[in-house]
């Protein structure tokens, strides 16, 4: 059963489970198509409504799909697997250093591997613009969705 729900209680629910998981899978498709998923660290920012960000290196090969094809869908899940939310947007590739300082402030520690595969000085913002989110109560049967203006 699909119900509906407002945007406010989805990206509570959002926040709630990033906060739990501290992870999420980005999905993205290079320019031929195919898909390519990986973890990521992803944070909402307060007074950012229907928005998500995660920092990547300019460098990595996700950037330059981005580029060419912005859609993508993120996966974040409660760790008992009772509640996933799926996030279908589009992704802006931004390099200013009042948002980074802003989403750096978010995650704080999270990012360790990423600091390990990356010099601190060479990272920008990936701003996913929501555009629907559905989540799934698995234990209930229940789906959510949300349109995002």
């Known amino acids: 059963m699909v119900k509906r729900c407002s945007q406010h209680d989805m990206m509570n629910k959002i926040e709630e489970l990033i906060e739990v998981s501290r992870s999420g899978v980005l999905a993205t498709a290079d320019k031929s198509g ?6 990521m660290t992803p944070v909402t920012l307060k007074g950012r409504a229907g928005v998500l960000f995660a920092v990547t290196s300019p460098q ?4 330059m799909e981005l580029k060419a094809q912005p ?4 996966m974040i899940q409660h760790p ?9 947007g589009r992704v802006n590739v931004i390099d200013n250093p009042a948002l980074k300082t802003e989403v750096m402030d978010a995650l ?17 913002v990936l701003e996913t613009v929501i555009e629907e989110a559905t989540l799934f109560m698995t234990m209930k049967g229940e789906k959510k969705t949300v349109t995002f203006a």
Not at 80 to 88: A, F, G, H, K, Q
Not at 114 to 122: G, M, T
Request: aromatic share 16%.
């Open 60 to 63: 990595f090969a996700k950037v």
């Open 108 to 124: 704080g520690a999270r990012l360790l591997v990423f600091w390990k595969l990356n010099r601190r000085s060479q990272w920008v």
């Open 34 to 39: 195919r898909p390519h998923v990986r973890w």
């Open 80 to 88: 008992s697997l009772n509640e996933v939310v799926t996030i279908s």
């Open 71 to 74: 859609r993508v869908q993120w």
